[in-house]
């Protein structure tokens, strides 16, 4: 919410200022965690189940075109083991983008910004490293259906008083 907020301004901030590479990562960095996690769910898909497929679905689109709420509902369910494969392929992805110096010039991200990309081939395989580290991180943590019963007998209950 707030930090990706934050990352966005900051990527607008970077395209006014004829800055582009910073924008790139940041672009690949918003397609990332959703893509990442549809293609997690057609890896994986015994660690699915069909609700969560059909997500992944979406989730693989919404990234194309640029909106990370695709993982939402994902991270929402089981934020420990979501959300650290999240921050892992979005970095990866990004440094990527940096390193093989995608530029982007627009203030979007997800692969519908193409068009306004700089050295295109790096930025794909930006996303495809971000999405694939995601995926992979993603199931490997991820309990099956039948662990995820089990599991949730031994849940720690943590009461915050105040």
Do not use: H
Not at 22 to 35: E, L, Y
């Amino acid at each position: 919410g707030p930090v990706n907020k934050v990352a966005f301004s900051f990527m607008i901030l970077s395209v006014s200022e004829q800055i582009y590479t910073i924008p790139a990562m940041i672009g690949v960095a918003i397609c990332v965690p959703p893509i990442g996690l549809g293609i997690s769910t057609l890896i994986a898909p015994k660690k699915y189940s069909d609700e969560e497929k059909e997500t992944g679905k979406a989730a693989i689109l919404m990234g194309l075109v640029g909106v990370t709420e695709g993982a939402i509902p994902f991270a929402a369910a089981n934020p420990l083991r979501v959300i650290p494969a999240l921050m892992a392929g979005a970095a990866c992805g990004s440094v990527t983008a940096g390193l093989l110096g995608a530029k982007l010039s627009s203030s979007w991200g997800g692969l519908i910004v193409l068009p306004t990309v700089e050295n295109k081939i790096g930025y794909i395989i930006a996303v495809l490293v971000g999405a694939s580290v995601t995926a992979v991180t993603a199931a490997a943590l991820k309990k099956s259906e039948a662990e995820e019963a089990v599991s949730d007998i031994d849940d720690i209950e943590l009461e915050i008083e105040f």
